[in-house]
């Protein structure tokens, strides 16, 4: 389960990576826009100001996150969904597919990008970005903590998201009759208030793993993964900063 109020949180961080892939993106006429991995459609705004006249579709598997993304949107050009990106499938091509910060959390979904690319028709574009930090702190901590003898039984199911390099997603992407726009970005969040880093992975990457673990154990994971974490992103006089490595991929069907 997916809490939408936890990832919110930090909304306007999360943000940012998501407008610079839009503008990213080199298809004016455009009459439909899939959003896969939507989450509580905080950014459907995004791609409604950079199309005015489409029609947006956001997608997402979590009952928690679309339930939201209806509540806290009305406007009649968007409409929400919930499918697995592994399975969908629109009913006739699109001009543009975006994914951002959902495909981590596919194993494999390198096989999948082929299929999501040929939802897209002739001069449009699928665009994708992910995270590109899990050899950061945050996630190392996080597994080594999960090996610990005491947690590990209980988070044998767990996956961990993961991601690749913008060359392997340019190689992945760049078939005949399409060119790719491949690059990487990091973001250097400045943080405020007591154990943001804590604050910032309980809503994503670290939420599997607290899910997984009963209540008592999970108290203590919290602790010392809480502690850990200050360790690694002290706070500084203006904040604490977490570097954020994202790796982006956009492709523009030429043919």
Do not use: K
């Not at 896969?36 to 459907?44: I, T, Y």
């Not at 970005?185 to 990457?205: A, C, E, F, I, K």
């Amino acid at each position: 389960m997916w809490d939408p109020q936890t990832y919110l949180a930090y909304a306007d961080e999360r943000s940012r990576p998501f407008g610079e892939l839009v503008a990213r993106i080199r298809v004016d006429d455009v009459r439909a826009v899939v959003d896969l991995g939507c989450g509580p459609g905080h950014l459907s705004h995004v791609l409604r100001a950079r199309w005015p006249g489409a029609t947006v579709v956001g997608v997402d598997a979590s009952d928690e996150m679309i339930t939201r993304a209806r509540a806290d949107d009305d406007d009649p050009r968007t409409r929400y969904e919930r499918a697995d990106l592994r399975a969908w499938q629109p009913g006739e091509p699109v001009d543009v597919v975006v994914t951002n910060a959902a495909l981590q959390w596919v194993p494999g979904h390198l096989d999948l990008l082929p299929a999501l690319q040929d939802a897209v028709g002739p001069g449009g574009a699928f665009a994708l970005g992910v995270p590109g930090n899990f050899e950061a702190p945050s996630h190392v901590l996080l597994r080594d903590l999960a090996s610990r003898p005491d947690y590990a039984p209980h988070l044998r199911e767990v996956v961990h998201p993961a991601a690749h390099d913008a060359a392997t997603y340019l190689e992945t992407l760049a078939r005949p009759g399409w060119a790719v726009d491949a690059w990487e970005s990091t973001y250097l969040h400045v943080l405020q208030g007591p154990d943001p880093v804590l604050r910032w992975v309980r809503g994503t990457g670290a939420r599997p793993v607290l899910a997984a673990l009963p209540p008592d154990l999970r108290a203590r994971f919290e602790s010392e993964y809480g502690a850990a974490l200050r360790a690694a992103y002290p706070e500084r006089a203006h904040g604490t900063v977490l570097p954020f490595r994202r790796v982006f991929a956009v492709a523009h069907r030429t043919a």
